[in-house]
């Protein structure tokens, strides 16, 4: 079998910001083998992420994102303030300035 390389950067799951609500259920199916089934993970965790980063690369990739219908832009805003609770687990990350770059982003979808 081969596998289609997309066309954004890979991130792992210690890169997302946070957990959003429901993403098993966005988890698309890939495979199964015996007893175990292979899913992608959620896309919306990784394009939060890669807002919150805000690197050309990342904002080229959620792009594509949305292009291959991935990512709906307003689904992300939507997952984001059911999830911005959470988000004093990572000091790091400034709330308001993540709020600002996801709402400027499901504002052009």
Known sequence: MRIRARKFAFTSPADFVSELPGWQERSPFI????SVSFHHSDFYSPALSKLERGHRKDLIDIDTMVAEGLVDPKT???LFEQA??????YP???A???RAAV?????RG
């Open 31 to 34: 495979v199964r083998y015996g």
């Open 76 to 78: 992300l805003l939507t």
């Open 84 to 89: 911005s609770g959470e988000l004093y687990r």
């Open 92 to 94: 790091a990350i400034n």
């Open 96 to 98: 308001p300035t993540l």
């Open 103 to 107: 709402e400027r982003f499901a504002s």
